[in-house]
């Protein structure tokens, strides 16, 4: 397998000052925009801000049973010993579950569901496969928090991703509230790459999983984003949905709350983007977190 020119270098030795996206936000041509479901105004703000909120995208009763699916799977003392599964730090509470698309056909579905492909297929102009599918668990008072970062530049050194023509569709599973550790945003963050310190070690993923130190911006960086364009953190009750550009930094508190807050990702990446050598060096990453075996183009169901 090849590797392309590293047009977004990073893990390096010195630092290096973040620098312009070099690909589009949104891909399709401004006078195909109108092909689909989304408004050019929603076009325009996913292209400004990097993410775009939906309340009650689905209707709880449509939610109900992955929910009570999701509830079984915190229970399956099998599936904890999983590779795919990550456990929170020190403890047994669940933090993530990966592949959640390959373990339950009702997932697997839902990742075809046609409302989302349409759009998905609007902002990336392209055929599109599941990259990465997960579980985020943030269990009341014990759920950890994750760092700031741009999944793009683990995908891009760990896993090999060439370029921006990815994004998640983030769909919530319970209430997320100011409380209970709901995403956080920072509007416009992506359209810069800020490159990280640091070599990044084999089977890194063992650790970055649990607690990631590699791959996170810079205070400096992180500060200017914010004071150009503060943070925003979308709230709303089961069924609703984010859908966050690649590059978009995101992050999350602790669950401070007794409330436990579940989000569902699913990652599309574009059948035209598919995944090379690693551009750190290292081994490529298993498969539960990088998919390389099957690519297909998915098919609305």
Known sequence: MSR??????????????????????????????????????????????????????????????????????????????????????????????????????????????????????????????????????????KGKGFNWHSDFETWHSEDGMPRMRCLSCSIVMTDNNEFNGPLMLI????????PCVGRTPEDNYKESLKSQSLGVPDAASLTRLMDENSIEAPKGPPGSLIIFECNTLHGSNVNMSCWPRSNLFFVYNSVHNTLEEPYCGNKPRPEFLANRKNQEPLKPV
């Not at 999983?82 to 579950?97: A, C, F, Q, V, Y």
């Open 187 to 194: 509007p416009g963050s992506q359209k810069y790459f800020i």
């Open 4 to 141: 392309s020119q590293d047009l977004f270098p990073t893990r390096l030795e010195r630092k290096l000052g973040m620098f312009e996206r070099l690909d589009p936000v949104v891909h399709t041509p401004e006078e195909r925009l109108s092909d689909g479901p989304l408004s050019r105004e929603q076009v325009r703000e996913f292209d400004e801000n990097g993410f775009l909120f939906f309340d009650s995208f689905f209707s709880k009763d449509e939610m109900d049973a992955f929910i009570k699916e999701l509830k079984d799977y915190e229970e399956d003392e099998d599936l904890k010993l999983s590779e795919g599964t990550i456990l929170e730090p020190g403890k047994e509470e669940i933090r993530s579950i990966f592949g959640i698309h390959e373990i339950s056909e009702r997932f697997d579905r839902l990742t075809r569901d046609p409302h989302l492909l349409d759009i998905v297929h609007q902002l990336l102009d392209s055929e599109v496969y599941i990259h990465q599918s997960r579980i985020n668990y943030k269990p009341g008072f």
